[in-house]
């Protein structure tokens, strides 16, 4: 089983619609959970970090359910500039320190 | 702005040769770290480093090594390439371990082997 899983998509929206991905992880002793953006032939960003309350960044709501051992990102209102993909990463602490662990991305595309 | 620069953005080596990709941060930063980045694979750890002249393994360290001599270099060495280590390859720092969940990224080297 893979640490962090993601479906790959693509998912294809029409612009102004609201899209939701979810992620699962299987290391129960991982610590934080964040959402990186990458672009097309570019270098991962991060988008925002996700906490168990859940948290918001105008347009962006990310979810932590930490019983299930999943996050969730939800686009409201979305823009053509959304198309990317969007990485799911958790960091837990390891023998050799604390790492990252990226999962593959899921793939959206906005439309007209 | 954190920059992270990698010393070439497309790289052509024959099997065999021995390979160097550069890593560059400006922001002192403490950790720096290599990925390879595969279709359907994600990014993959390949070594990590805290501090200078210290190195860690991570998840796919074979056929790779590196070096960091200074605090903002971080080498990767490809011994003697080989076709399946074809890839796109990221190096990343941040800024110390509490925050090293933030991981800024260079901009990637697409090396093939033929």
Known sequence: RKEVEQDPGPFNVPEGATVAFNCTYSNSASQSFFWYRQDCRKEPKLLMSVYSSGNEDGRFTAQLNRASQYISLLIRDSKLSDSATYLCVVWALTGGGNKLTFGTGTQLKVEL | ?114
């Open chain 2, 1 to 114: 702005d954190v920059k992270v620069t990698q010393s070439s953005r497309y790289l052509v080596k024959r099997t065999g040769e021995k390979v160097f990709l550069e890593c560059v941060q400006d922001m002192d930063h403490e950790n720096m770290f290599w990925y390879r980045q595969d279709p359907g694979l994600g990014l993959r750890l390949i070594y990590f480093s805290y501090d200078v002249k210290m190195k860690e393994k991570g998840d796919i360290p074979e056929g790779y090594s590196v070096s960091r001599e200074k605090k903002e270099r971080f080498s990767l060495i490809l011994e003697s390439a080989s076709t399946n280590q074809t890839s796109m390859y990221l190096c990343a720092s941040s800024l110390g371990t509490e925050s090293s969940y933030e991981q800024y990224f260079g901009p990637g080297t697409r090396l093939t082997v033929t």
